[in-house]
């Protein structure tokens, strides 16, 4: 099992920055992807960041230029530095990781409990 925590959400200013973190542990051998998603009142989860293994990362068309992924491999941390930030940004984010506990497995998703982001002034 994976277990998978999630911090930094918050009520912050239009304009302003967050950084939020996504920490896994558990039983991991290998982590193959590492994504963020955001569900927003009314609205279904739509995804906003990706990261992979090969270092491509992947961001929602709304996002572009504001948000920007990254992971520290040796934490098996993921974090999504959030800029300029707008009220349609106001969601629920949760963090999303695919891995392996041993080798030859085929990968599992596991998901963060989600954490609130707030863009109001």
């Known amino acids: 099992q994976v277990h998978v925590v999630e911090s930094g959400g918050g009520l912050v200013q239009p304009g302003g920055s967050l950084r939020l973190s996504c920490a896994a542990s558990g039983s991991i051998f290998q982590i193959y992807g590492k994504r963020w998603y955001r569900q927003a009142p009314g609205k279904q989860r739509e995804l906003v960041a990706a990261?992979?293994?090969?270092?491509?990362?992947d961001y929602a068309d709304s996002v572009k230029g504001r948000f920007t992924i990254s992971s520290d491999n040796a934490k098996n941390t993921v974090y999504l530095l959030m800029d300029n930030l707008r009220p349609e940004d106001t969601a629920v984010y949760y963090c999303n990781v695919d891995s392996i506990a041993h080798r030859g497995e085929v990968p599992l998703d596991y998901w963060g409990q989600g954490t609130q982001v707030t863009v109001s002034s």
């Open positions: 990261i992979y293994s090969s270092g491509i990362t």
